[in-house]
């Protein structure tokens, strides 16, 4: 049986250049653990995007590289709109492993904030 622990990501406030803002940890270190895998894993199941501004607002999300937004790696809306005063939701199931970053960056500095719920796991 898993023991995954639950957790939130953020809030963050968004910037207007790609940046990472989720990334499973790696585990080092510790005595008798010899022969086991010391990687972490995080499964993103709720995301929210608040937008605390009085204009609509931007955003786009990236899974890859650290800092990347290379095409094909879009996640979650490229150039998503989100509603003066208001939010988007998104559920679903996306796995992070430590080489996964998931990037992302606002039209407008600041205007929008991101806040995730998920589990975090050791592989």
């Not at 910037?15 to 790696?26: D, Q």
Request: hydrophobic letters at 45%; glycine letters at 14%; a neutral charge.
């Amino acid at each position: 049986m898993a023991s995954n622990k639950i957790l939130r990501m953020g809030p963050v406030a968004l910037g207007t250049a790609a940046a990472n803002i989720v990334n499973p940890p790696t585990l080092t270190g510790g005595t008798g653990l010899a022969g086991t895998n010391t990687n972490t894993y995080l499964v993103i199941r709720h995301i929210r995007i608040v937008n605390k501004t009085g204009s609509a607002a931007t955003c786009s999300f990236y899974v890859g590289a650290t800092g990347a937004s290379a095409a094909g790696t879009e996640f979650l809306g490229t150039a998503l709109s989100v509603a003066a005063n208001s939010y988007v939701d998104w559920y679903g199931q996306l796995r992070l492993d430590p080489a996964d970053f998931l990037t992302g960056l606002a039209g407008t500095a600041t205007a929008l904030t991101f806040e995730a719920e998920g589990e975090i796991g050791i592989v």
